[in-house]
DNA sequence: CTAATTTTTGACCCACAGTTCAAGAATCAC
DNA sequence: GTGATTCTTGAACTGTGGGTCAAAAATTAG
């Protein structure tokens, strides 16, 4: 019983996580917060408890949505190389067809709140890995379908993979599409 | 004539250097910034004019002896790959023994204020072509030298590199030592 | 209908960020 | 010394950030 709720949290959340995506952490504030969900600040402090709260859920969402389309991604018909190629392109391309620059949202969240923020390292840390281990397993399934050569160590490539994608996601903040997809193509000729 | 400052300048800027670096641009308040100086925040904006000028100059410093640094330390004996492996660890090694995990000034200015601030942006940009250059640079020795295969295209490797250093840089916020020089180790076995 | 329960909301609060300023202190020219 | 000039400093100001709250609005149980 009770008066319900008149949002949805899910997708609250999913505007927080836009907001804190383009903006930054510090750089959201509680009323950006309410103008982007559509809900009043004292209501969002009554359903979340904090900013800092909400940016949790914001960041778990973004882990779970990330992994799930790196998933789905990698999977589909093509090489290993093929694949991760497509992936990066993607990435890159999306962050420079939006209206802004930003970034990948766990990655900002390391680099803005690292060493002063625990949980949150703890949390991108864990995201990171679930990416390795995606990498990792695709260069695997390359490798049995022979299109990946055997004597490379996976795991090593999926950690230079994973170091990669974290550096073109920094470079894409200064560097043009050409130059972007240019690197992309250094790196994976590595494979 | 008129009062003598009684500070140095470029002492001043290197402190506030470090304080933005650890704390962060919007981390850092002109409170901060005056006791990090030693000078009175009053005098600060006397001296500068503004935090974003202060902090213009900090970033300026950063650039200069950081590019002073990597170009005295890729010029010292070995091979290219030998160099840039050493260059590599040393970053991520003075990363992770200072007391708190920084990253890149550069970067983190970039990821913090990228798109918001054009300036900063065009400063961060200026900095890591130079590094480009001066990896293309020291791979063309290696060249020379006999120590790199002379199929392989210098800027083309020197970007990846400037990449996988970024990376590499995101990385050390959540990853330990021998993960790190694992990365190390991969990265440079493709030159 | 009333009571109990849960949400909603804007108004309100305190602290601090970023900046300005007025008054004083140190120097040089004369 | 006087004046002109430049630097120093803490006090003061304005805006906003993050958060709380009391009152009103929905709902269900009985």
Not at 46 to 74: I, N
């Amino acid at each position: 019983m009770g008066r319900p709720k008149s949002f949805e949290p899910d997708v609250v959340v999913a505007r927080a996580m836009e907001t804190f995506w383009t903006k930054g952490y510090a750089g959201t504030s509680p009323a950006d917060l309410a103008e982007a969900t559509g809900v009043a600040k004292g209501s969002l402090y009554h359903s979340f408890g904090s900013k800092r709260e909400l940016f949790a859920k914001a960041l778990e969402l973004y882990g779970r949505t990330g992994t799930a389309a790196t998933e789905e991604f990698l999977s589909r018909p093509g090489t290993a190389r093929e694949r991760i190629r497509a992936h990066f392109a993607r990435l890159v391309d999306a962050d420079l067809d939006g209206p802004v620059r930003r970034g990948c949202l766990a990655q900002n969240t390391v680099e803005e709140l690292g060493g002063r923020d625990e949980e949150a390292t703890r949390a991108v840390h864990r995201i990171e890995e679930r990416m390795i281990e995606l990498f990792a397993a695709r260069i695997e399934q390359g490798q049995r379908d022979g299109d990946v050569d055997r004597g490379i160590d996976a795991k090593a490539q999926a950690l230079l993979l994973q170091t990669t994608l974290a550096g073109l996601r920094v470079m894409a903040r200064t560097f043009d599409r050409p130059v972007l997809h240019r690197i992309i193509d250094t790196a994976v000729a590595g494979l």
